[in-house]
Nanobody, 118 residues
């Protein structure tokens, strides 16, 4: 399995970005896919997740109402639409995938940096 994240960049506070994660190597039925983020000097933390089959989503409180996670079956791609960005959203964003029943993420992308200026 390979996960290739892209779409990061520099944006002003209040702006928007959309991250993409191209997934390959298998079908993802039974999987959960997620975005984590790691601010400079801090631990990596959960941001959002989506069950590949049902589309059910979950979000960290810090991004709820501003970020939207989605997936495209045909393109085998995961997205994170980020609106109303804040300087506190500055981080390297990682996509991850794992078997939902296992409760853990086995596969990780390389990360894409998002910088939000005030």
């Amino acid at each position: 399995v390979q996960l290739q994240a892209s779409g990061g960049g520099l944006v002003q506070a209040g702006g928007s970005l959309r991250l993409s994660c191209a997934a390959s190597g298998r079908t993802f039925s039974g999987y959960i896919l997620a975005w984590f983020r790691q601010p400079p000097g801090k631990e990596r933390a959960f941001a959002a997740a989506i069950r590949w089959d049902s589309g059910r989503t979950s979000y960290a409180d810090s991004v709820k109402g501003r970020f939207t996670i989605s997936r495209d079956y045909a393109k085998n791609t995961l997205y994170l639409q980020m609106n109303n960005l804040e300087p506190e959203d500055t981080a390297t964003y990682y996509c991850a995938a794992g078997v939902y029943a296992a409760g853990s993420y086995n596969y990780w992308g390389q990360g894409t940096l998002v910088t939000v200026s005030s």
